[in-house]
């Protein structure tokens, strides 16, 4: 399976060049479920195997269509609401817990879930269109998903760059290090929500004294 997606992604790539990766980026980011993670890898890959794609224009053009995605999934949730979110669900098949999971993050913890969902694969392709149903201010959108692009774009391009002559482990590592992000986040939600705990406990030490 994953030789047969390789060799068809490879065909695309010879006939179209960095327009494959735009849209498949494109896609997931606007709420399609598409494989970008491996795509970007493999692109990376190819410009350390064969230099005919550059691994800079890769991090810039990978950023662009991750920027513009999630920005067009915004608008369409924003647009669309609670209803279309409902039938985006049920039309691609996304586990209801999966959603349940992004909006308790979202009115949770408000921006910062931007920049953490990029390298989580099941919330990177619904952030975008939650963040707009859930009215999230629209420039702070903006930037924590400007920020987590450039860094998911630069990580993910550099690690299949320079790990390339171990393609096969590289999956394999990337599936362990979506894992630990998505423990580093809530780690870092644990965090917050203990130091804004204590901010309050000791504001309300504060006014009794």
Known sequence: MAERLFD???????AYGYWTLVVVLLLENAGIPAPGETILLFVSF???SEHEL????IILVGIAACTVGDNLGYAIGYRGGRPLLD???????????TIARGEH????YGSVTIFFARFVFGIRIIAGPLAGVLRMPWKKFLLFNFLGASVWVSVISLVGYFFGSRWDRLLHWMKRFNIGVAVLAVLVVVLGWWWRRRKRRDAGEEDRN
């Not at 039938?87 to 817990?97: D, E, T, V």
């Open 87 to 97: 039938r985006y669900q049920r039309f691609l098949h996304i586990p209801a817990h």
């Open 105 to 108: 993050l979202f009115e949770r």
């Open 46 to 48: 190819l410009a350390w």
């Open 54 to 57: 550059h691994l800079g224009y």
């Open 8 to 14: 068809l992604l490879r065909q695309f790539l010879d």
